[in-house]
C-alpha cells in the first residue's frame, strides 16, 4: 500500500502563488504508474488538476494550462503542484493521488483557499 501525504495548502490572495507537495508516508518497493492531484470545491464533483505519469508525460486542466506546473522527483516518488496566477475559483480542497499496479491511493487533501 502506498500513503501519499500533501502538504503546503493554505490561504492566498488572488494572484498569488501556493506550492503544494507529496510524498508517499513510507518508501515503496512498487512502481508508481502516475501521480496527480484532484480539488474538490464545496458542492462539486472531484476534478483532475494534474497528473504525471511515470514515462513523464503531463496533462493539466484546461482551466489552470499556464498558470500550473505539476512535477516530480522520481528517486523519493514525490510530486509537486506549483500554482501561480491563482484565482477564488481555485479554491478548494487537493488531493494528491497516486496510481499503483490499477490501484488508486488518496492523500487526505489539503485546503486552498484564494481570497479576492
Known amino acids: 500500500q502506498v500513503q501519499p501525504v500533501e502538504s503546503g495548502g493554505g490561504w492566498v490572495q488572488a494572484g498569488g502563488s501556493l506550492r503544494l507537495s507529496c510524498a508517499p508516508s513510507s518508501r515503496t518497493a512498487l512502481r508508481i504508474d502516475a501521480m496527480g492531484w484532484y480539488r474538490q470545491a464545496l458542492g462539486q464533483q472531484r476534478e483532475l488538476v494534474a497528473r504525471?505519469?511515470?514515462?513523464?508525460?503531463?496533462n493539466l486542466a484546461d482551466s489552470v494550462k499556464g498558470r500550473f506546473t505539476i512535477s516530480r522527483n522520481k528517486l523519493r516518488d514525490s510530486v509537486y503542484l506549483q500554482m501561480n496566477s491563482l484565482k477564488p475559483e481555485d479554491t478548494a480542497v487537493y488531493y494528491c493521488?497516486?496510481?499503483?499496479?490499477?490501484?488508486?491511493?488518496w492523500g487526505q487533501g489539503t485546503q486552498v483557499t484564494v481570497s479576492s
Open positions: 504525471i505519469t511515470f514515462d513523464g508525460t503531463t
Open positions: 493521488n497516486y496510481k499503483v499496479m490499477m490501484r488508486e491511493y
